[in-house]
C-alpha cells in the first residue's frame, strides 16, 4: 500500500461541498469563500501518547484529531467549511485508515466539513489538521474582548475528558459505585468526553454578536480563563463551586478531587465566554436551541489574574493551573 | 520553557500583512482573502529521518518545511499569502527554534507570507505547515489539463536533491574531482539543493494562463509525471538527455547514475509543466524575467503513461519510478 493508494482511499470517502472547486488530488486545492466573509483558520496536531493514551481506537483518534479543530473554530464564532489533514503513520495500515476515516467522517459529515487535502507520510503516529470556517467581519468573537463587569459562562460539564485520563492510568476511584455495571458505565462515559469530544459549533455561532470574549476549554478552565484575562487587560473570579459537573464524574471522584479536575483538567472543549448581563436571556434561548447546558460562572473585574473562591467566599487555591505542554 | 513561550518566541518574530486581521495568539487566525479570488490550500509535513536526514541544520529544516509548500502553490500558478505551522518538538528547546525561525522566515518574509497561526506541542519531531495563497478564478494551473502536442517543461535542473542525499548517505562519486576543495564544493552545492529547495513561486504565477497542467517534483520527475498523464489521460513522452543537470551533478556521477537520479529522484521542487507550442516563446520570456532556466523535454500524446527515449531515440528504462512513502 503505497502513499498514492492510501490517498486514493481517502478520496473515495470524503463529501464535498459547492464551494470547493478543486479538492483532493493536486497539488493544492481551490476554494471559493462566500462573498463578503472572513476566512477563520485554525490548527491542532494530535501525537500518539501525548494527546491520546497509546491504544485509543483509530475511530477515536478520527474523531478527535476534526474535534479539537472545529471547537477552535466555534471559540471564533465561525462557520465551518473545510479541512485538510495530515497523517503520519509507522506502516500503511488501510484496516487504520478505514477505521481512522469513520471517526474523522462522521464529524466532518455532521458539520458539513469538507476534507479538502493534505499529506499522508511515514513517521511517528501523528495527526495535524487544519480547519478553515467563515465568519461575517467583526463578528469573530476573541480572547481579548472581555469588558469588566461581563458574566463568565461555560457550556457543557468540565473535568470528565481529565477524569476519563485519570481512570485509564489506573487512578481508584473515591466513591463506591453500586456495583461493576455501574462503575463500568461511569467509565465509558468519561472515557467517550477523552476519546470523543462534542465541538460546540452551533453554540459557538449563536455567541457571535453576544459574547465578548471566548475560548475554548483544551488546556483547563483556569488555565484558558487566564488567556482571556491577560489578553484583554481583566480580572476575571469564579466559583468553583459552580462550576458544572456530570453525574459520572460526581460517581467517581470524591468533592476535592472533582473541583480539581473542573478546574484544571484538560480536553474537555467546552466553550467558556464572557457575555455583558443584559445578553443573558437570549444567551440562555441560544444555548437552549442548541441543546447545550450553560452555566453562569463568575464574573470580570477590573485587575488582572483570575481568581477562584468557593460558594462560602473563601479562596480556592489550585494545585496547579492547567495542562501545559512541554512541563 | 512552556508551551506558551514558545508561541511568544515565535510571534515576536513574524511579519505581518494589512489582510491578516488577527495572527498569532487567539484560538484561530482572521483573514481577509482579496475580494473575487479564490483560495489555495496546500499542507505539506517534514518527519525527521524520513524527509530529512537527521541532524539537518534546524535552519534549513525551517526553511524546506515552507519551501515545499509554497512549491504546492506555485505549481497550481498561485501567489502565497499566509500559512500555519505546527511544531512537534521532541523537548522545547529555545534555541533550536530560533534556529528554525531564522530558516522558516528568512523564506516566508522573501515572499511576504505571513505566518499567522497554529501549534507548538511535544512528540518526535515534526514539521507540519499549512499554505495559503490566492489565484484568479480559472487560472488555477491544474494536473489534469495537459493536452496532445503540448510540449513538457521543466525549470532548473533536477537529480541535484537525490544526488546530495546520496552523497550524505556515503555512495563514493563515479567521477574524480579537481581536488579536495572541488569536490567539497560540489557536495555543499548538491547538499543545498537538498536542505535549501528553491520554490518557483515568480515562475508559477507567470504561468498561470500560459501553462495547461503543472506540477513539483517532489517525489521525481516520473513519478510525477505519471500524475499529470493520468489526471490528464494522456500519454507523455521525454528525451532522458534533455533532462537539465547541474555542473555538480556532472562533476559527481557518471552518466547513467545521473540519468537515474534526474528522472527519478525526488525533493527538487522544480516545476514541471505543459503547454501548447504556441505559447513557448511567451513562456521563455517570463522564465527570463524570473531569472529562472526553463527545459522543454518532451511532448503531450495520445494515449497514457510516461514512455522514456535516450536522445538516440532507444527506449530509456528507469530502474524505479521515483520515490514512494512507505514502500
Known amino acids: 500500500m503505497a502513499e498514492f493508494d492510501l490517498i486514493e482511499r481517502i478520496r473515495a470517502r470524503v463529501a464535498t461541498r459547492a464551494d470547493v472547486v478543486l479538492g483532493i488530488g493536486d497539488d493544492a486545492a481551490l476554494l471559493q469563500v462566500p462573498a463578503g466573509m472572513q476566512l477563520v483558520v485554525a490548527m491542532d496536531t494530535l501525537n500518539a501518547g501525548v494527546h491520546f493514551p497509546e491504544g485509543t481506537a483509530p475511530a477515536d483518534i478520527g474523531w478527535k484529531a476534526l474535534a479539537v479543530n472545529l471547537s477552535d473554530l466555534a471559540a471564533m464564532g465561525a462557520a465551518p467549511a473545510w479541512c485538510t489533514l495530515s497523517l503520519s503513520l509507522p506502516q500503511p495500515d488501510a484496516r487504520w485508515v478505514d477505521a481512522f476515516l469513520d471517526g474523522f467522517l462522521a464529524l466532518a459529515d455532521a458539520h458539513r466539513v469538507a476534507l479538502i487535502g493534505g499529506d499522508t507520510t511515514r ?4 495527526i495535524c489538521v487544519t480547519a478553515h470556517g467563515v ?20 457550556s457543557g460539564t468540565l473535568g ?7 481512570r485509564w492510568r489506573g487512578d481508584a476511584p473515591d466513591v463506591e459505585a453500586a456495583d461493576a455495571a455501574s462503575r463500568a458505565a461511569h467509565d465509558t462515559a468519561l472515557r467517550m468526553r477523552l ?3 462534542t465541538p460546540r459549533v452551533a453554540l459557538g455561532g449563536a455567541l457571535a454578536g453576544l459574547a465578548h470574549a471566548c475560548i475554548d476549554v483544551s488546556d483547563g478552565l483556569l488555565a484558558d480563563l487566564a488567556h482571556i484575562a491577560r489578553a484583554s487587560g481583566a480580572a476575571i473570579e469564579i466559583d468553583v463551586d459552580a462550576l458544572p459537573a456530570s453525574d459520572p464524574l460526581h460517581a467517581t471522584f470524591a468533592r476535592e478531587r472533582c473541583r480539581v479536575l473542573q478546574a484544571t483538567g484538560g480536553d474537555d472543549y467546552e466553550l467558556c465566554f464572557t457575555a455583558p448581563p443584559r445578553h443573558a436571556a437570549e444567551i440562555e434561548r441560544a444555548a437552549a436551541d442548541c441543546a447545550v447546558r450553560l452555566t453562569r460562572i463568575g464574573r470580570v473585574h477590573a485587575g488582572s489574574g483570575v481568581r477562584v473562591r468557593c460558594n462560602d467566599g473563601a479562596p480556592w487555591a489550585a494545585p496547579r493551573a492547567g495542562y501545559v505542554h512541554f512541563a
Open 135 to 154: 465568519v461575517e467581519p467583526g463578528r469573530a468573537v476573541r480572547r481579548d474582548g472581555a469588558r469588566i463587569g461581563d458574566d463568565v459562562w461555560v
Open 160 to 166: 470528565d475528558a481529565a477524569a476519563g485520563l485519570a
Open 123 to 126: 513517521g511517528p503516529l501523528s
Open 195 to 197: 476519546d470523543r469530544p
